[in-house]
């Protein structure tokens, strides 16, 4: 079973390097990684043509999500996702989801957990998410992060980004893929890395907007039971165990140029998310 990759690029190279060798050093799974770059001034599409083993293509497009489409249009793997330039996956990550995947044949999204870190690699938050269920999704945020999510390719065959949402296409496609009839799952454990920078899209006042009027589409009576049904969904978070984490917590991530990962042992943290971009953020 291959996984297919696809990590969109524009003018963020030092950190596609990064992203690179957490995928490059995923261990006992076949994958292949493809770079969809938007035209970066920054020596990106010098560097992909010197990476052996790496699918790069730099070309316009308009924007993440329709890179995300052409990406995807071109892999041939039988699992799909997508990881950004300033994640990475962690040890292991791709094993785990492998076999899950093969003991559940009939489960075509799979989410898992992730960290949220600093640029100098200090936790910030530990994320534990739940299973993607429409209820939850058209009456909230996406809660479920890109950088641990996977699904077969079936999925994106009958599902595709939509590219006129700038922010939030994934919400849109995540909820699709669910009305679809395609079933999805959790799978504990940490799967990802997201560094938290001032530019991240799912931060910005255009996502919140996005969202919005992905909302506005609700029957009047899901717009009034939004407030119950995210009460519903924090109590299965409680009940799953999604607001405890044991610590001492370590974890392995590249940082600056270094070859190798470097070791990072939080001894204390939380599941909040971060006050830096929180307004608007449910958990």
Known sequence: MKFSIVTPSMNMLEDLRRCRVSVADQEGV????????????????????????LLGVSEPDGGMYEALNRG???????????????????????RGVHDF?????????????????????????????????????????????????????????????????RCTADHKFMLRALEHGFRARHLPGYRAAFFLREHNLSLSPRAWDELAALQRDNPRPLRLCA??????????????????????????????????RRRITARTGTWRWPERGREGVST
Request: charged content about 30%; aromatic content about 14%; some cysteine.
């Open 72 to 94: 995807f249009s071109r892999a041939t793997g039988e699992i799909f996702a997508w990881l950004n330039c300033d994640e990475q996956y962690l040890p292991g990550a791709l």
């Open 101 to 165: 995947f093969e003991r559940h044949p009939g489960i075509d999204l799979v989410a898992g957990d992730y960290l949220v870190v600093e640029d100098g690699g200090e936790l910030l938050a530990w994320r534990k998410t739940l299973p993607p269920r429409r209820l939850y999704l058209r009456t909230g945020h996406l809660y479920t992060l890109s950088c641990a999510l996977f699904f077969r390719r079936r999925v994106f065959e009958a599902v595709k980004f939509d590219p006129r949402m």
């Open 30 to 53: 076949e994958l292949e990684h493809l770079v969809q770059d938007g035209g970066s001034t920054d020596g990106t599409a010098e560097w992909l043509k010197s990476q052996h083993g």
């Open 227 to 260: 407030g119950p049904i995210r009460a519903l969904k924090w109590t299965e978070k409680f009940v799953r165990g999604g607001y405890r984490q044991r610590f001492p917590l370590t974890y392995s991530i590249y940082l600056d140029d270094e070859d190798e």
